[in-house]
Structure formats: structure tokens, C-alpha cells
């Protein structure tokens, strides 16, 4: 046991702490030449919004129990048609959310302060979100 570890011991010490040489091989060509770097990996750039694509919510966002919600996003810059809407958030109880318009409609049938935001995505892939508190009083 003592042979051993004195063995591993000078072959540590004899052994340079350095990488080690990578011989490739080709079993048509015989020896190939090793790389001299790693690739460099370059992740394409995200896509630019379009200057002034904004979304903003209009309509009544604080309505009493029983109330009738109806808000729509008015979209201004967008880059061609609006193609998706999603919601994020919890809507009140009563109330819908419709992912052709973007509109939120319903009653509040319970009382509370739900946030909510609105994503949309336009024809060239940007996105921009509106973001609406409902408050659903007493």
C-alpha cells in the first residue's frame, strides 16, 4: 500500500499541471491536427422592437360587485396586424378574457384588486404588454 501511494505521489509530482495534448486520429489519414481553440459560439441578436410599439387598456377598470367589465387594448406602432394576445394574471370572478381581441369583459362578482397584463405580438414578432389594475369594490 505505502509502494503505491509513493508511486502516485512521484507520478503527480513528475507529471506537469498543465493540459494535456490531444493527439486526433483518423483511421484513413492517420494523425489529424488538433483544434486550436474551442469554436466560438455567437447567439444571434434578439429581435428589435419597432420604435413605439405600445399597447395601453381603455375602459372602466374599477366597477362595483355585479358591475360590467369591458376593457380593450388601443395598440399604436405595431409592425402590421396584432397576431396574438395573451393574458397574465387573475381575472374576477365573472369576467373573460378573448385571445382573437385582447378584450376583457364580464361582471365582477367578486370583490378584490386583480392585476392583470395584456401581451400582444405583432406580425414582425415584437412584443410589448398593458398592464390594468380591475378593482371589483363594495
Keep these: ?42 447567439l444571434p441578436p434578439e429581435p428589435e422592437e419597432p420604435s413605439g410599439f405600445t399597447a395601453t387598456m381603455t375602459g372602466q377598470a374599477s366597477v362595483p360587485v355585479g358591475g360590467v367589465l369591458d376593457l380593450r387594448p388601443v395598440v399604436s406602432g405595431a409592425s402590421g396586424a ?24 364580464g361582471r365582477g362578482l367578486v370583490a378584490g384588486s386583480y392585476p392583470v397584463w395584456v401581451s400582444l405580438g405583432d406580425k ?8 390594468v389594475t380591475i378593482i371589483v369594490g363594495g
Aim: a positive charge; proline letters at 8%.
Design 82 to 105: 396584432i397576431v396574438s394576445y395573451l393574458l397574465f394574471g387573475r381575472l374576477p370572478i365573472g369576467a373573460t378574457f378573448d385571445a382573437e381581441s385582447g378584450r376583457i369583459s
Design 1 to 42: 500500500m505505502r509502494r503505491l501511494v509513493a508511486l502516485l505521489l512521484g507520478l503527480s509530482l513528475a507529471v506537469p499541471g498543465q493540459a494535456a495534448n490531444v493527439v486526433w486520429r483518423s483511421p484513413d489519414s492517420g494523425v489529424l491536427p488538433s483544434p486550436a481553440s474551442a469554436p466560438v459560439i455567437t
Design 124 to 131: 414582425s414578432g415584437a412584443v410589448t404588454a398593458a398592464a
